[in-house]
């Protein structure tokens, strides 16, 4: 399965935009990128997904790269509810084998 | 609503005592899924599928059985519980369409097992 790679942990100030970055090297033509987010104590929560074209929803947008390699999640105004682990995966065309990494922790300071 | 359904929501129980985690959705999914959540090791799939009668291994198999005798309903089975299988298990369905693959997840059960 392709693998992503993102960082440990980013801090945020509230009302400001946050880029968090996802790696995918190894991505496959097929592979969707997805990300969900987990707030404290709650099942995953999806985000946004994309496969070649950059992406906007009411929650965030997600800028693909143009060789796919790697991806980024905006938010475009942090607020103390987007305080949560930011999970980037890459899904076949079916969906099978789903597979979660351990995530990006975004701290939103106030 | 459109919305997973688990039960329970928290068990514990003993070991080797068989118990089912029942899986519920109403959106029609073709595609249902387990994980189990544990603090360091992040979510792992324990089985996914992908219709009624269709049922195939995640990570993490080990110790569970699933089946999917109807669309909606995907119930988790653990024969013979054991304590390394205490853990926070969330249940997920999507379409399979990979435009319209949203994952929903359900609240989770926390299962312990003493």
């Known amino acids: 399965d392709a693998k992503t790679t993102q960082p440990n942990s980013m801090e945020s100030n509230e009302e400001e935009p946050v880029h968090l970055p996802c790696n995918h090297s190894t991505i496959s033509g097929t592979d969707y990128i997805h990300w969900y987010r987990q707030l404290p104590s709650q099942g995953p929560e999806y985000v946004i997904h994309g496969l070649t074209s950059n992406v906007n929803n009411r929650m965030a947008s997600l800028a693909i790269a143009e060789d796919r390699k790697s991806s980024t999640l905006i938010l475009h105004r942090a607020t103390l509810r987007d305080a949560a682990v930011y999970y980037c995966?890459?899904?076949?065309?079916?969906?099978?084998?789903?597979?979660f990494g351990p995530g990006t922790r975004l701290s939103v300071l106030p | 609503e459109a919305q997973v359904t688990q039960n329970p929501r928290y068990l514990i129980t003993v070991t080797g005592k068989k118990l089912t985690v029942t899986c519920s959705q109403n959106m029609n999914h073709e595609y249902m899924s387990w994980y189990r959540q544990d603090p360091g090791l992040g979510l792992r799939q324990i089985y996914y599928?992908?219709?009624?009668?269709?049922?195939d291994k995640g990570d993490v198999p080990e110790g569970y059985k699933v089946s999917r005798k109807e669309k909606r309903n995907f119930p988790l089975i653990l024969e013979s519980p054991s304590p390394n299988q205490t853990s926070l298990y969330f249940c997920?369905?999507?379409?399979?369409?990979?435009?319209?693959?949203?994952?929903?997840f359900g609240p989770g059960t926390r299962l312990t097992v003493l």
């Open positions: 599928s992908m219709n009624v009668e269709v049922t």
């Open positions: 997920a369905s999507s379409f399979l369409d990979p435009s319209y693959n949203e994952q929903f």
């Open positions: 995966i890459l899904s076949n065309n079916y969906g099978q084998n789903f597979v």
